[in-house]
C-alpha cells in the first residue's frame, strides 16, 4: 500500500506570494494534519482534518488555512509569504479523528517551500 | 506553555556501543508520549508509550515512559550506522492525540 504521499517536493516562491501544497492519506485513513518544520527544530502543529472537518489548530496565523475534500486528501495554503515561512511542511494521516489510544500518525515526505 | 525538551541535542558515537536518548515534557492534557525517526525528511513511527513503567522494545529499540518525574527514555543497542537519524519525541494530547507537541530533536550520528 501507498504511504502518505505530498506533492510539490520543493517549492521556491517570493515574499507575498501564496502556495498550495497537496497531501494524500494513507488508503483508509479519514484524518489529516499538517506540521511545519524549521531547520534544526521538531515539527509544529499547524492544522488536522478529519471528514472535512477542522479539529484542531496551532498557532499560526490566519494566511494558514487548509481543507480536505471528500476522498480524504487535504491542502494547506499560505498566503502572503513570508522569509519566515521556509521550512519543511509535513503531512501525516491516522485513522480516526480524535485519536484513540492506539491510533497512530504517519508522516510523507514533506514539501520543502523556500521564501526568497 | 507546553514544553518538550531532548537531550542531548547531538550525540556521535562508533558501531557496537549503546546510547540512551532523554525527553522530558511539561505538557497540559497529557495522553501520550511518541518517539520518531526522521533520516531525510518523513519521521517514521517507532513507540507510542501511555503507561509508566512499561518497557517498549522493538529489536535493538527499546522505551519507558515515567508519569511521574515527566521523562522518557529511548535506548538503542549494538548502534548500526543505520540508526544516525534524528530522534523525534512528541507529547499527544488528551483532547486529541493528533494534536502532537514535538521536541528539537537529538541528531545521532554512528561512526563505522
Known amino acids: 500500500d501507498a504511504g502518505v504521499t505530498q506533492s510539490p517536493t520543493h517549492l521556491i516562491k517570493t515574499r507575498g506570494q501564496h502556495v498550495t501544497l497537496r497531501c494524500s492519506p494513507i488508503s483508509g485513513h479519514k484524518s489529516v494534519s499538517w506540521y511545519q518544520q524549521v531547520l534544526g527544530q521538531g515539527p509544529q502543529f499547524i492544522f488536522q482534518y478529519y471528514e472535512k472537518e477542522e479539529r484542531g489548530r496551532g498557532n499560526f496565523p490566519d494566511r494558514f488555512s487548509a481543507r480536505q475534500f471528500p476522498n480524504y486528501s487535504s491542502e494547506l495554503n499560505v498566503n502572503a509569504l513570508l522569509l519566515g515561512d521556509s521550512a519543511l511542511y509535513l503531512c501525516?494521516?491516522?485513522?480516526?479523528?480524535?485519536?484513540?489510544?492506539?491510533?497512530?500518525?504517519?508522516f510523507g515526505p514533506g514539501t520543502r517551500l523556500t521564501v526568497l | 506553555e507546553d514544553k518538550v525538551v531532548q537531550s542531548p541535542l547531538s550525540l556521535v558515537v562508533h558501531e557496537g556501543d549503546t546510547v540512551t536518548l532523554n525527553c522530558s515534557y511539561e505538557v497540559t492534557n497529557f495522553r501520550s508520549l511518541l518517539w520518531y525517526k526522521q533520516e531525510k525528511k518523513a519521521p517514521t513511527f517507532l513507540f507510542m508509550l501511555t503507561s509508566s513503567g512499561i518497557e517498549k522494545k522493538s529489536g535493538r529499540l527499546s522505551s519507558i515512559l515515567d508519569k511521574k518525574e515527566l521523562f522518557s527514555i529511548l535506548n538503542i543497542t549494538a548502534t548500526q550506522t543505520g540508526d544516525s537519524a534524528v530522534y523525534l519525541c512528541a507529547v499527544g494530547k488528551t483532547y486529541n492525540n493528533n494534536d502532537m507537541r514535538f521536541g528539537a530533536g537529538t541528531r545521532l550520528t554512528v561512526k563505522p
Open positions: 501525516a494521516s491516522s485513522l480516526a479523528g480524535t485519536g484513540a489510544f492506539t491510533d497512530t500518525q504517519y
